[in-house]
């Protein structure tokens, strides 16, 4: 079993920036990808960015060269730093592991960009 929590997240302008963070507890060996997503209001959710633990990244195009998801494999950690935000980044964005075969999500947390 694998638990996560993120923390982060709240209130932004257009423009500003956030940061989220997701730590990794219980049978934390062999997770792999490690992603985040978002859920807009009435919405899908949907990939936001992911980092394998060899820290290849992928990145939903509407947020490349706006947001940087980064790892640390030691502390079981991955964390999304959001800049130039827009409104339509507002939603709840959740922590994302696959471990043998299992997704894990974490309990989400809201951003909201206002314009």
């Known amino acids: 079993q694998v638990k996560l929590v993120e923390s982060g997240g709240g209130l932004a302008q257009t423009g500003g920036s956030l940061s989220l963070s997701c730590a990794a507890s219980?049978?934390?060996?062999?997770?792999?990808?490690m992603g985040w997503y978002r859920q807009a209001p009435g919405k899908q959710r949907e990939l936001v960015a992911t980092i394998t633990s060899a820290k290849t990244t992928n990145y939903k195009d509407s947020v490349k060269g706006r947001f940087t998801i980064s790892r640390d494999n030691a502390k079981n950690t991955v964390s999304l730093q959001m800049s130039s935000l827009k409104p339509e980044d507002t939603g709840v964005y959740y922590c994302?592991?696959?471990?043998?075969?299992?997704?894990?999500w974490g309990q989400g947390t809201q951003v909201t960009v206002s314009s």
């Open positions: 994302h592991t696959l471990w043998f075969g299992k997704d894990y």
């Open positions: 219980g049978s934390t060996f062999s997770i792999g990808v």
